[in-house]
Nanobody, 122 residues
Framework: EVHVVESGGGLVQVGGTLRLSCAAS????????IAWFRQAPGKEREGVSC????????YYVDSLKGRFTISTDNPRNTIYLQMNSLTPEDTAVYYC???????????????WGQGTQVTVSS
């Protein structure tokens, strides 16, 4: 069974940075994808970024390109989300999810972490 656990959230001021971590385990195949989603209060969960294990292909939602970067530490099976120039609109619970391919749709993913809160204060 695949498990993913997020960490690294917290309170940061406008313009600050945070790096989220997603520790993944339990994969039985080399072909998998890890995605970051976020959900702000009263809003639907939205895709942020995704990376695929086979070729390292990465995807970002257009509105976050240039500020957020996804990366992988393969030996540690840890996926990071570096977030720069944070704004109050980035305040949300950030979730890590795993499945066999990238998708912007939460329904595609079968394994989810518990989420980590990111709060950006002005």
């Amino acid at each position: 069974e695949v498990h993913v656990v997020e960490s690294g959230g917290g309170l940061v001021q406008v313009g600050g940075t945070l790096r989220l971590s997603c520790a993944a385990s339990g994969f039985t195949a080399d072909n998998y994808a890890i995605a970051w989603f976020r959900q702000a209060p009263g809003k639907e969960r939205e895709g942020v970024s995704c990376t695929h294990s086979v070729d390292g292909t990465t995807y970002y939602v257009d509105s976050l390109k240039g500020r957020f970067t996804i990366s992988t530490d393969n030996p540690r099976n840890t996926i990071y989300l570096q977030m720069n120039s944070l704004t109050p609109e980035d305040t949300a619970v950030y979730y890590c999810a795993a499945d066999d391919g990238c998708s912007p749709f939460p329904s595609h993913f079968t394994s989810w972490g518990q989420g980590t809160q990111v709060t950006v204060s002005s």
